[in-house]
């Protein structure tokens, strides 16, 4: 498949006798797609049923006109003002019972039938009259951004009384579930049941925990409704926009019902906001973005689209305006991020936005253009690749050889019960994820409900509180060494008690037998390298041990092609731990330089140095910002 760029435009934002000369503008730097529509419902429906949706439709005419492809967004993620006179109880409302105002986006509660009804509604009014023009869809805009995943609203609450009253059938079965003998918390009926904010102490982790299973559910029912208002008037592939490190709904259940997986690439933005990275690290990336964060997501979009289907919908073309600090990039990342998502299998990377905006929040965020329509530094890059890409035959896609298993379920459970700062699901995986990459390895991301893990020399599956039966018995029937833990294999009879619980894996003969989580400065050295930090596990069982620490616990260990790993490990230790899972495996690895990162794609293996500086790598230099490929 040829590779594709785009950008984001608001025709809504520019006076309309500018819009043609855009268009050309776009089609002759080389861009084939362009999303619109997603925040412009005050213009599309300026009072209740007054549509006006000619403007829209001249826009669409003119940039098909010059060969561009339309994604078309919903615009429900920006409702008007009208809509909270017509549902005022539509807005989400904070874990301190405050509702969310109205002046920015993405005030609405997930649960809210009458904004879901107006959702769909507008939705179904585009499909009816765009459906024919469309080339894409993207259904509303990065769910669960700026917090807005859990809401405690009204609707919220009896919605919640509904869906456990569905899953227990009997307040008995739910008391019994959750344990509510524990401090008197016992029911006698649903409509007892609250919301688990402004509890005195923490809420019980099994009433925490599903309200996380609800509210994702919430957002996994908003979308269906509008994908399936669009279906019935169009068969363009429809994808939603994610954003990076958002674990508050899972977006496997989310995306199965669209065809493409897309997300909203901000590296430097990513950096300053959504890293534990130590201020070092955040100071040598700060123009270039973490080396693994984008690749982490890519990876996860490529999992979650159908059949692999995956964009990049908002590139960071710039400075942005959203994060602590806001540089702009080094020369050439623009180019660097590009082809990145491009080697993990991206079929269009589109950058937001076409033309910087002159006003609102976002004046001072950059586009492809500057306000005054000259050129901005990523417009050249943008044009670098699109002339790189002609050279390009294609990006060849293949399974990798190494799967990492990431689950939103086990996130909840670690942020439910986190047994110590810092002890974060997110930051586990990706620890791992960038202990992988250093080695050069490419990673293909898993759902914890994978079935096969046929093909995979080395499958990872790290902090899975439960391990389904399906992975169970995939694990069992897999060739690969596979690599267990920490806080991994509760069976899923357990599931609804979110804690350190013993390992039930079939042929591996460890149990955890106690869990302790330690500060930062109380690292435990393991013999050999590195160091438990974090979580530590103390582990008994007839497995081969594999590793200790200086205190004598066990970290590791083993039977057959089973490893458990009963700590969380430090750069030092998991660095070991690898390296003899790949020697286990017949698996070869790289020894990269600090800021070289690898992509094996197909037949074509791309270099990218993430540094400030060029750096010398298998005989030739990369300069700062450089992509290579062969
Ligand atoms: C994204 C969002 C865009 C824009 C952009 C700015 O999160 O989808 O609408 O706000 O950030 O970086």
Redesign the pocket.
């Known amino acids: 498949m040829k590779r594709t760029l785009g950008t ?1 435009y608001y025709p809504e934002h520019w006076p309309e006798d500018i819009w043609a000369e855009d268009a050309v503008r776009m089609a002759d730097l080389g861009l084939t797609w362009v999303r619109v529509g ?2 412009a419902w005050s213009r599309l429906e300026p009072a209740p049923g007054q549509l006006q949706l000619d403007w829209l439709e001249r826009a669409i005419d003119t940039l098909m006109a010059k060969g561009l492809n339309v994604v078309l967004g919903t615009p429900t ?1 920006a409702p008007p003002r009208w809509m909270l006179d017509r549902h005022p109880d539509m807005l989400a409302v904070d874990d301190g019972g405050h509702p969310r105002g109205f002046g920015s ?1 993405r005030h609405y509660c997930f649960s809210h039938d009458g904004y879901r009804a107006e959702a769909v509604r507008i939705t179904r009014i585009l499909a009816r009259r765009f459906g024919a023009r469309a080339a894409a869809w993207q259904v509303d ?2 769910y669960g ?1 700026h917090d807005t995943v859990y809401s405690y609203s009204d609707a919220a609450r009896r919605a919640f009384r509904d869906w456990l009253c569905q899953r227990y059938q009997s307040p008995d079965a739910l008391n019994q579930a959750w344990g509510n003998v524990f401090w008197s918390m016992e029911y006698d009926s649903f409509d007892q049941i609250d919301l688990p904010n402004l509890t005195v102490a923490q809420a019980n982790p099994a009433h925490a925990l599903d309200f996380r299973r609800f509210s994702s559910d919430q957002v996994v029912r908003f979308n269906a409704a509008q994908v399936a208002a669009i279906r019935a008037h169009s068969n363009a592939p429809v994808s939603h ?1 994610y ?1 990076g490190r958002t674990l508050e709904f899972d977006h496997f259940a989310t995306g199965e019902r669209m065809e493409i997986a897309a997300w ?1 690439s ?1 590296p430097l ?1 990513f950096l300053e906001d959504r890293s534990e990275a130590p201020a070092r690290h955040k100071r040598r990336y700060a123009r270039q973005g973490d080396p693994d964060f984008q690749a982490f997501h890519h990876d996860l979009y490529r999992a979650v689209g159908r059949d692999g289907r995956w964009w990049v ?2 590139q ?1 073309p710039g400075p ?3 994060a602590p600090h806001n540089p702009a990039p080094l020369a050439g990342m623009v180019r660097l991020w590009t082809w990145e998502a491009f080697a993990h299998g991206a079929e269009c990377v589109s950058y ?2 076409w033309r910087q905006i002159p006003f609102s ?2 004046h001072y ?1 950059a586009g492809l253009l500057r306000p005054d329509s000259a050129a901005a530094p990523g417009f050249a890059e943008a044009a670098q690749v699109v002339r790189e890409l002609v050279a390009m035959p294609d990006v060849e896609q293949a399974q990798a050889p190494v799967g990492l298993v990431f689950d939103y379920a086990a996130a909840w459970a670690w942020a439910v019960q986190p047994q110590g700062q810092g002890c974060d699901y997110f930051r586990l995986i990706f620890d791992i994820y960038r202990g992988l990459r250093k080695l050069g390895l490419s990673i293909d991301i898993l759902p914890a409900d994978t079935r096969d893990l046929a093909g995979y020399s080395l499958v990872v599956i790290p902090g899975l509180v439960t391990i389904p039966e399906r992975l169970m018995t995939a694990i069992a029937k897999a060739r690969a060494q596979v690599l267990i833990g920490p806080r991994s294999g509760a069976t899923p009879r357990n599931r609804t008690l979110p804690g350190p619980l013993p390992p039930a894996i079939p042929g591996l003969d460890v149990t955890v037998t106690r869990v302790e989580t330690l500060r930062p400065d109380m690292p435990v050295p393991v013999d050999g390298a590195g160091a438990v930090i974090l979580w530590r596990e103390a582990l008994e069982g007839t497995a081969d041990v594999l590793d200790t620490d200086v205190a004598g616990g066990r970290v590791a260990m083993r039977s057959g092609r089973l490893t458990y790993l009963g700590g969380w490990p430090d750069p030092g230790l998991l660095r070991r731990l690898l390296l003899r899972a790949c020697r286990d495996a017949g698996l070869p690895h790289l020894d990269l330089p600090p800021d070289i990162r690898v992509r094996q794609s197909g037949p074509t293996r791309f270099v990218f140095n993430h540094g400030p500086d060029p750096v010398a790598f298998e005989g030739r230099t990369l300069p700062p910002a450089g992509v290579a490929w062969g």
Do not use: L, P, S
């Open positions: 984001c997603e925040f993620a986006r805009n990065e951004c926009n954003m909203d901000y933005g919908m908002e960071q942005v305006n959203w937001f936005r929040q976002e965020h």
